[in-house]
């Protein structure tokens, strides 16, 4: 292989200012403004050095696979950056016709009460540090964390799902309709 096709299974991201970052192994622990937080790079093929204020990534192996793997590994590692700087909000919104959907939270757990008139509550997790705040028929998702926030708002959804009946008339449930960058209050 030439140098110029090795280039292309390497890359280096810069981390930014207010934003601290150790390696032990395949994990690595970020530090910024908005908290802290780790990543466990273990099952992802990519060797992951840091020097000074750059993360060089480099693949195992030379295929076009390795190629999109890497990519996705500094894309993981921007995002976490950014967002223990700036911080991510989804907002959502609890549709209903007919029986008034309730949301609580209660710690870890998310509560959702009267779904479709069920007397059985549902219940779902929230995913590392985010944060719900309900606000009537809003519910706002926020945290450093784009994976965590993500997966806390596709649980909820999840939980709303309408089963055994026609979805186009059955429009009951928890949807998000606002992704953005920065922490809203």
Request: aromatic share 8%; hydrophobic share 40%; net charge positive.
């Amino acid at each position: 292989m030439s140098t110029e096709q090795l280039e292309k299974f390497q890359d280096e991201l810069v981390i930014p200012e207010g934003v601290t970052v150790t390696q032990q192994k395949n994990m690595l622990t970020f530090v910024g403004p908005l908290g802290k937080t780790h990543k466990s790079f273990r099952l992802i093929p990519v060797k992951i050095e840091i020097a000074g204020n750059k993360i060089l990534l480099k693949t195992i192996n030379f295929k076009k696979s390795d190629y999109s793997i890497l990519h996705t590994a500094k894309s993981i590692i921007r995002n976490i950056c950014e967002g223990l700087i700036t911080g991510y909000t989804i907002k959502m919104k609890i549709v209903f016709a007919h029986f008034p959907i309730t949301l609580k939270v209660d710690g870890k757990n998310i509560i959702i009460e009267n779904f479709q008139g069920e007397r059985a509550v549902r219940k779902t997790m929230v995913v590392g540090n985010t944060k719900v705040i309900p606000k009537g028929e809003d519910v706002i998702l926020t945290g450093a964390v784009w994976t965590d926030i993500t997966q806390t708002a596709a649980n909820i959804e999840l939980k709303t799902r309408v089963k055994n009946k026609d979805h186009r008339v059955f429009l009951d449930g928890i949807y998000s309709f606002e992704k953005k960058k920065g922490i809203e209050k």
